[in-house]
């Protein structure tokens, strides 16, 4: 079997997926205050910064910068998901448990990809913000209330009709079309 390998880069940038194990739930959004306040507090114990979010129904896609001494995205994202669920588990949202009596809200594993270099942030940060569009969950970007794209906007950085719609052809991120 082929073991998986993270690539641990002090101070890297990095792109990551994270999916609940129900691809059906809307959790995300409809705790989003919670999942804010896991952010809050991973971020608190150990700092990084948020290049670019988007949270979605049931999985959420995000650019991070990590401190210049550091490369322990893991415990991060460890900490994320622990305060989302106890946060849950607390307000009385039923969580279902696996036999073992882990709490099984979230897919164990995460996608990640280290960003390589400024093209390759573009990219993943537009990806961040079309994704809402690609999910057909709004037609523009600018519609989606749980993204970063309203902070890019408001910096000027990019006009707030990016990515107006699902089929425009210049909106091209190198995925499949389904």
């Known amino acids: 079997m082929v ?10 940038t990095y792109f990551f997926t994270v999916t609940l194990a129900d691809r059906t739930s809307s959790a995300l959004v409809e705790n989003v205050t919670a999942l804010r306040m896991a952010f809050r507090t991973a971020r608190h114990e150990r700092p990084f910064t948020i290049d670019a979010i988007v949270i979605l129904p049931e999985h959420l896609h995000t650019v991070w910068t990590l401190p210049s001494d550091d490369s322990d995205f893991s415990a991060r994202w460890k900490r994320i998901k622990a305060s989302f669920t106890h946060r849950l588990v607390a307000a009385g949202v039923p969580v279902k448990r ?10 164990r594993r995460f996608w990640e990809h280290t960003i390589r270099n400024d093209t390759d942030f573009e ?3 537009d990806y961040v913000h079309f994704n809402p569009v690609k999910h057909r969950l709004v037609n523009r970007a600018c519609d989606w209330r749980y993204s970063s794209f309203h902070v890019y906007v408001r910096r000027g950085v990019l006009p707030a009709d990016w990515a107006g719609e699902v089929d425009d052809p210049s909106m091209d991120f190198g995925e499949r079309r389904e």
């Open 3 to 12: 073991r998986y390998r993270r690539n641990f880069v002090p101070g890297g």
């Open 123 to 125: 990219r993943h940060v």
């Open 98 to 107: 696996h036999r073992n009596g882990e709490y099984a809200l979230w897919q």
